[in-house]
Nanobody, 127 residues
């Protein structure tokens, strides 16, 4: 059974850092691209970042470029999202998602591109 479990969310002050993680089970991460998404209250879910199954391609939303870094550890079946210089507008529930794409070098940040989803972890940026 495919499972994705997010962790690492919490409360952080503006300018601070958090690392959220996505632990996967039920499949080998080697063949899956992973996306990170977020949904703020009253807003639609949006793509934040993604990493290809090969790890060679990463993409970021303009709003997080230069502040967030995605990485994967296939041996540990885990993907991390390091978030630095956090802003109040980063407050949201963060979700990870997984899917297999035709080209291992590809990844996408479209919500409808992914079949498997975690339950989310809350990130609150506030003083």
């Amino acid at each position: 059974q495919v499972q994705l479990v997010e962790s690492g969310g919490g409360l952080v002050q503006p300018g601070g850092s958090l690392r959220v993680s996505c632990a996967v089970s039920g499949f080998s991460l080697d063949y899956y691209a992973i996306g990170w998404f977020r949904q703020a209250p009253g807003k639609e879910r949006e793509g934040v970042s993604c990493i290809s199954s090969s790890g060679g391609t990463t993409n970021y939303a303009d709003s997080v470029k230069g502040r967030f870094t995605i990485s994967r550890d296939n041996a540990e079946n885990t993907v991390h999202l390091q978030m630095n210089s956090l802003k109040p507008e980063d407050t949201a529930v963060y979700y990870c998602a997984a899917d297999v794409f035709a080209v291992q070098a590809e990844c996408f940040t479209g919500v409808h591109e992914y079949s498997y989803w975690g339950q989310g972890t809350h990130v609150t940026v506030s003083s």
